[in-house]
């Protein structure tokens, strides 16, 4: 991990994108079109949808934590508080106003 | 350890993944890409890892103030300071349980599991039943692990798809105090760890 190069700061707003291509995309199906905001930014990593090709996972992108309310990502509350937390790479958000 | 039978196959139906491991690694040994003695060197060294790690980690945490704030600081440093390899792991995030916020993980892609500290994944982590509940349902699994928590408790599901690993630092049981840490260690479950569940309780002799 290096230091975070990416364009969000902790709490901003962003919404995943809905995208869908082969490879080996870490961005889970159930969070694609959910929008959260970020929770922690952790540091740069080595693409891993290039490295898991052999190729050399540059240039590098921005891994967060994102957080969701049960409410935007199933339609239905859990407990009031609770919450979804996923590891998401910074080619894969949009900023929400 | 015997030798007599280190890669002989077993005698009985073989699934399609596994006969295309069983042919892969034949070729690798063959081409000398690797030995037979790498293999089994890597399956004891995968089979000496334990979560007996991790709760050597927690229970020094509960009992060290000043290494509980190095450990969810710089995990891997910590590790080290207590003399546990952790340097084959990818960048590992310590989550702190609080009577107010609980925290469970899981991998729906895969199987991510902060494995120099844990060990093995259970065969339930990787099965889609707890990969789909567990984020979809997460009180309703830990309720099956015995664990009821109230509405106002905060549920805190970590999906660990990416290059980070957690590891859940439950809550310290009530009636511990003055425990030893090899004895508050012994109550620090690997599910307690994963967080589907708390530590065990600290009942009286």
Known sequence: ?97 | MSDDHGNDQPKHELSYYAKRIYAMRDLLVEKGVITEKDIQCQIEYQEARTPANGAKLVAKAWVDPAFKARFIADPKAACAEIGIDATALNEFVVLENTPKVRHMVVCTLCSCYPRPILGRPPDWYKSFNYRQRSVADPRGVMREFGLELADDIEVRVHDSTADIRYIVMPLRPAGTQGWREEDLAKLVTRDSMIGVMEALPGLPD
């Open chain 1, 1 to 97: 991990m290096t230091p975070a190069t990416g364009r969000f700061k902790t709490g901003d707003r962003v919404i995943v994108k809905f995208e869908d291509r082969p490879g080996h995309l870490r961005t889970p199906w159930y969070i694609r079109g959910k929008s959260g905001w970020i929770e922690r930014v952790y540091g740069d990593f080595l693409n891993p949808e290039l490295l898991a090709f052999g190729r050399d996972g540059l240039p590098k992108r921005t891994l967060y934590l994102v957080a969701f309310d049960y409410g935007e990502v199933f339609g239905k509350p859990q407990g009031p508080k609770d919450k979804v937390l996923v590891d998401i790479y910074d080619h894969w958000l949009e900023p929400l106003a």
